[in-house]
């Protein structure tokens, strides 16, 4: 916009070109006041984005230190707690073995949750090591382990050999949380039906895991996923509500999605996918 017409005479031709002329000058200096506005907003974002990016890497590491910090005076509790019910057990009436019985408890609840945030902390954290996964066998092992109840009824459905690309340790935590809480949450089943799967659907591939248990309701769906949401009530079935939050947290570091179907008293389906092979957000 800064080449101008040349003006030849004063007549109707002339005022043309001048009129002409104060357009591209108008043109001109918008096209500037644009630039720099937009210079300006990049600056800003950029700016913002850096000051974001600090200031939670700051929480992370304030929540890193505070959970461990608190790590060995809850150690202390439990410790002098148990030391008084078995040393000084005579002295103590059925009142007071109850107490410090409840205060252990609570230390050992306490220091489940410490370690689940330190976990949901360290997943943000730490470096991703991706590679070829066999996820099947990973599930497998992970059923092998569990024990809710000691007398759960479970049948187990693998489709065999699915393959996942990821971090090994972080899929594991994922699958752990979810084939755990399939279990735990049909736990109340006659028999609980536990399946892991693959959908081919258009180009990326989900993975699932399904249960026959109580399920939820599909209106509180994307509270799942965040930190302490809980959906069912701890005397029904014990928990923290950071698994599903940590599971969240390493899909998207791995530029996958998670979501979840269900229906109350019907069971629960989750899905995920792995979509690591894009290297940029790794
Ligand atoms: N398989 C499932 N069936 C029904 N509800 C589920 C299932 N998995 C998770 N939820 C709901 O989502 C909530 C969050 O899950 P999670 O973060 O793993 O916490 P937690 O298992 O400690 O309660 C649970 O409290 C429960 O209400
Ligand atoms: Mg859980």
Redesign the pocket.
Known sequence: YSVRAIKHSDDELGKLVDSFNNMLDTIESQNRHLTNARDELEHLVSKRTTELQTSNSELEAFCYSVSHDLRAPLRSIHGFSQALLEDNEAQLDDDGKDHLTRVMRSANRMSTLIDELLNLSRVSRCELKPQPVDMSQMVKEIADELLIEPDQKISLHIQPDIQGYGDPVLIRVVLD?LVG??A??SSHEKESHISFGQSLQSDSAAFWVK?N????DMRYANK?FGAF????RADE?E???????TVARIVHRHGGEIWAA?EVNNG?CFHFTLTSNDNDRL
């Open positions: 949380n809480n399939a735990k949450y249960d248990g109580v399920g939820f799942l949401q809980r959906l069912h079935f928990g923290t509500g950071i698994g599903l939050a269900s629960a």
